[in-house]
Nanobody, 125 residues
C-alpha cells in the first residue's frame, strides 16, 4: 500500500501562485509514475499533469501548459505542483495520484492505483 498526503492548497487571487506538495509513504518501491488531477463542482475528475518517477518525463494538459510545473524530490518521496498565473477556472479540488504503470493511460484517472485526500484550490478576487 501507498499513502499520499497533499498540502499547500488555499485561496489566491487571479494571477497569483500556489505550490502543492504530495508526500508518499509505504510501498514506495511500487510507484513508477505519479500525477495530479483536479475536480471542480459538478465536473468529472480531469488530468492536470504527470511525471515518470524513473526519468522525470513530464506531461501536461493543454489548459495548464506553460503555467504549471510538476517536479519530484526522490530523496523526500515528494512530488510538487507549482501553479503560476492562476485563473478562476483553475478552482477545484486537486488530487495527487500514484501508480505502478509507467506511461500507458497517464491521463486516465481510472489507471491510477493510489490517491491522496485532495486539497482545495480557490482562485478568486
Amino acid at each position: 500500500q501507498v499513502q499520499l498526503v497533499e498540502s499547500g492548497g488555499g485561496l489566491v487571487q487571479p494571477g497569483g501562485s500556489l505550490r502543492l506538495s504530495c508526500a508518499a509513504s509505504g510501498s514506495i518501491f511500487s510507484i513508477n509514475s505519479m500525477g495530479w488531477f483536479r475536480q471542480a463542482p459538478g465536473k468529472e475528475r480531469a488530468f492536470v499533469t504527470f511525471i515518470s518517477w524513473s526519468d522525470g518525463t513530464t506531461l501536461y494538459a493543454d489548459s495548464v501548459k506553460g503555467r504549471f510545473t510538476i517536479s519530484r524530490d526522490n530523496a523526500k518521496n515528494t512530488v510538487y505542483l507549482q501553479m503560476n498565473s492562476l485563473k478562476p477556472e483553475d478552482t477545484a479540488v486537486y488530487y495527487c495520484a500514484a501508480r505502478a504503470a509507467r506511461f500507458a493511460g497517464y491521463s486516465d484517472h481510472r489507471r491510477y492505483d493510489y490517491w491522496g485526500q485532495g486539497t482545495q484550490v480557490t482562485v478568486s478576487s
